[in-house]
């Protein structure tokens, strides 16, 4: 089991930045692979972005990229999600995942392949 808890959510104008937090304990960090995703009410959950678990590579949906910077501090076993020049479209609920790192890069972005879950952190944006 790897548990997850988010933090760094909150209420901020349009044009600000928030930078979210996933604190990971359980099994060995460094296993897996780890997404940011988000739900806005009425719309189904959605990739935002992931990073391999070797930290070597990131991926970003396009509404996000040039905004948006996930990283990873191994030391810490937690994930970050930086959010710059926020938009009110950016307003949802965040979650950060774990999948095993055996999965290909390539399918980063698969919701399916998420085994474990945080409670989520609310990001709501003011225009």
């Known amino acids: 089991q790897v548990q997850l808890a988010e933090s760094g959510g909150g209420l901020v104008q349009a044009g600000g930045s928030l930078r979210l937090s996933c604190a990971a304990s359980g099994r060995t960090f460094s296993n897996y692979d780890m997404g940011w995703f988000r739900q806005a009410p009425g719309k189904e959950r959605e990739f935002v972005a992931a990073i391999r678990w070797s930290g070597a590579s990131t991926y970003y949906a396009n509404s996000v990229k040039g905004r948006f910077t996930i990283s990873r501090d191994t030391a810490k076993d937690t994930v970050y999600l930086q959010m710059n020049s926020l938009e009110p479209e950016d307003t949802a609920g965040y979650y950060c995942?774990?999948?095993?790192?055996?999965?290909?890069?390539?399918?980063?972005?698969?919701?399916?392949?998420?085994?474990?879950w945080g409670q989520g952190t609310q990001v709501t944006v003011s225009s």
């Open positions: 995942a774990a999948r095993p790192r055996v999965f290909s890069a390539q399918t980063m972005s698969n919701i399916r392949q998420y085994d474990y």
